[in-house]
């Protein structure tokens, strides 16, 4: 874990400001904060007891995001703007708060653990203009998911993050903790509710896996094609950590861009990471993710499949950084092409900075082949016939990683998604 | 009734001509060899039958069943009953090879009702062809042997079961073992072992070796193709014999395996 000295929340604050000041002679990344608002100060937090109470429109954004209330879970948080609506959980051993009540109970009085420990520790709070953003917010709100030591959720966990009003900023802070020989499956969507279109998304996410916990990670996001999204998610994996990630978009929107740091700094820790876009009308992505491969023994292997139809750009990223010994890693990052206007950039990175590392990638961009078509029309399939199955296969990912209840759940969200979303 | 008929085919590949003045006639029921050496144009025939975009017919016509086929999309001729093996098929990422399985038999009017699972007739042929579950669930060609390819190729063919079947050198790149095995079931979809008047199916086979031709019983005719037409057809066990012992330049002028035919019984056709 990163040990530098910790800051008091008035030097947080102030260099936060600094950072914005910063930015905003950068041009603030072509985003002004200044041009949303929280708005939704004055409403009442955790205004839902029970999923019963969930309106039938909020369900049905949240079955677009691959969440279904109806299946069993070990936890279910909701939260809408800024203010979280519901935080239910059932499984011992297992926590599931909203952030600020979380900050409040864990404040290291009678051996408790210290949340402070853990804020901005993975994610650095002056990393840029929207970390900072969320620093000076104070835990505008988010959730906290606390494993304690060696238990295992049975369900997944899910989570829903909805913005809902015009011109809003969501500003989230999660922080997810699985103590030593603990499991969680967590799913979590997000979406932008039809009337908010424009809007702009800001989700701080930090995950401390310990010694031969494991996490498995299903995030899916269906925003407005004028919202702009900045995740920031940071992952320190300690010895034997094991990590899965899955993260799926296949909606529009204006400009999402996000690159998880996971540092591998425990020994034989392991992450894989798997990122499925479909870009679409003006949509522009630039997602990625950066492992560094520390402890001895780590792996990382980062997989991302891009389409790209209208005037979609997407930049997809990868980069590993090799340190430790005996550490292995692999990028692969294959799009597909299918119309004049979009474009795909693919960057795979790969840093050895030792001779015992072994890492490797492979890219690939470029449109369906002639060849792959007419070898599906020989079986007698029409040329569109043909497209979708190569399409589809395409996006089949790997869910061999998962737990099998999890691995199912998100090939069941994956085929729902893309079918709303490719008819 | 004439299940293939070639007339006066020329075929252009990028701009080049690659097939010129070819004639094919195959009657319901009979399996012809084609022979050749390597470029002289087999393949184009065969993707020029199935009507692949790159292979543009400039002069002449093909029917299938009667019909007039020569411009129709390749996926409305294998819905009239043609079926092909591919020599070297594309490997696909993503798709699974039970996949294109059950989309075959969707093809062939089967009701699958939408199920991932494989149907239990599927299962049956992919074990006959020595596939286990975990191989068919790999994505189709990808990493697969030259003997695997093979395999795969004919088993879409038993889901299939077309009327006229194209096999592209379904003996290349293959283990013994596994040409016997191909062989057997090539013998099956063509009806072999029926008797003449149920043979329903018709079939082209390309190879250059031969081998295995000993273990598809009786074939029907044999024809040498060179430079992108057939200089030589006829008897199955003189030609074959006649490119044994002479090679393919002798057979240009079709005239080294009539001269010389009593000479050649001493050659055996089954190798």
Not at chain 1, 209 to 227: G, L
Not at chain 1, 322 to 340: F, M, N, P
Request: charged share 25%.
């Amino acid at each position: 874990m990163n040990m530098k000295t910790k800051d008091s929340p008035d030097q947080i604050k102030d260099k936060a400001h600094k950072v914005l000041e910063r930015a905003k002679q950068q041009n603030n990344d072509g985003i002004n904060l200044n041009d949303y608002t929280l708005g939704d100060e004055g409403k009442p937090e955790g205004t839902l007891h029970s999923e019963e109470e969930i309106p039938e429109d909020l369900k049905e954004s949240m079955d677009k995001v691959g969440i279904d209330v109806n299946e069993k879970k070990s936890g279910l948080y909701l939260q809408t703007g800024n203010k979280y609506d519901l935080c239910v959980s059932n499984t011992p051993g297992i926590e599931l708060l909203p952030i600020k009540e979380a900050l409040k109970k864990y404040d290291g009085t009678d051996g408790k653990l210290n949340l402070q420990d853990y804020l901005w520790k993975a994610v650095p709070y002056d990393k840029d203009q929207y970390t900072a953003e969320a620093a000076i917010q104070e835990i505008s709100q988010g959730y906290f998911i606390y494993a304690k030591k060696d238990r295992k959720t049975v369900f997944p966990l899910q989570s829903c993050l909805f913005v809902n009003l015009p011109g809003m900023k969501q500003v989230v802070h999660n922080i997810i903790i699985a103590e030593e020989g603990s499991e969680l499956d967590i799913i979590t969507g997000c979406s932008t509710h039809r009337i908010a279109r424009k809007a702009l998304h800001l989700g701080v996410s930090e995950f401390y896996v310990k010694k031969n916990a494991r996490v498995s990670f299903t995030m899916v996001h269906n925003w407005a094609d004028d919202t702009n999204v900045r995740p920031r998610t940071g992952i320190i994996l300690e010895d034997n950590a094991e990590f899965s990630n899955f993260y799926i978009v296949m909606s529009a929107v204006r400009n999402l861009q996000t690159n998880p740091v996971i540092n591998l700094v425990g020994k034989n820790s392991s992450y894989y990471g798997q990122t499925l876009i479909y870009g679409k009308g003006n949509s522009y992505f630039d997602t990625g993710a950066t492992a560094h491969l520390i402890g001895e023994g780590s792996k990382a292997e980062l997989i991302s499949r891009v389409l790209a139809i209208d005037s979609a750009h997407v930049k997809a990223r990868g980069t590993i950084i090799g340190d430790g010994k005996d550490v292995t890693g692999h990028i692969d990052c294959s799009a597909l092409i299918l119309s004049d206007h979009s474009r795909v950039d693919s960057i795979p990175e790969i840093q050895a900075r030792n001779p015992q590392v072994t890492l490797t990638h492979e890219a690939s961009v470029g449109k369906i082949a002639d060849d792959h078509i007419e070898y599906l029309m020989s079986r007698g399939l029409s040329e569109s016939e043909s497209i979708n199955l190569i399409v589809s296969g395409f996006l089949d990912v790997d869910t061999s990683p998962l737990p099998k209840k999890l691995a199912k759940e998100t090939e069941k969200i994956i085929k729902l998604v893309s079918e709303a979303e490719m008819g | 009734m004439s299940w293939l008929r070639i007339e006066k085919l020329a075929v252009e590949v990028r701009g080049k001509l690659i097939l010129k003045d070819f004639n094919l006639n195959i009657e319901k029921g009979e399996v012809h060899v084609l022979l050749g050496p390597n470029g002289a144009g087999k393949t184009t025939l065969i993707k020029t039958i199935l009507g692949f975009k790159n292979y543009k017919v400039v002069n002449g016509h093909i029917f299938f069943k009667d019909k007039d086929i020569t411009n129709l999309p390749t996926n409305e001729r294998i819905q009239m009953g043609i079926g092909v093996l591919f020599q070297h098929p594309p490997a696909i990422n993503g798709l699974k090879l039970s996949k294109l399985l059950t989309v075959c038999s969707e093809k062939r009017g089967n009701n699958t009702e939408c199920t991932d699972e494989l149907s239990s007739d599927i299962q049956q042929l992919a074990t006959r062809l020595k596939f286990s579950p975990e191989y068919i669930n790999r994505d189709v060609n990808l990493g697969f042997s030259g003997g695997e390819v093979k395999r795969s190729e004919i088993l879409q063919m038993m889901v299939l079961k077309p009327d006229l079947l194209l096999f592209d050198e379904p003996d290349s790149g293959v283990d013994v073992e596994n040409v016997e095995l191909i062989a057997k079931i090539m013998r099956e979809l063509l009806d072999r072992d029926k008797i003449p008047s149920k043979q329903g199916k018709s079939g082209l086979i390309i190879t250059h070796l031969g081998y295995i031709l000993k273990f598809l019983g009786h074939i029907t005719r044999a024809h040498i193709m060179m430079d992108g037409t057939i200089t030589c057809s006829g008897d199955p066990a003189l030609i074959i014999n006649s490119i044994m012992k002479n090679g393919f330049e002798a057979c240009r002028e079709c005239v080294s395996c009539v001269e010389n035919s009593s000479l050649l019984k001493e050659v055996d056709f089954t190798l």
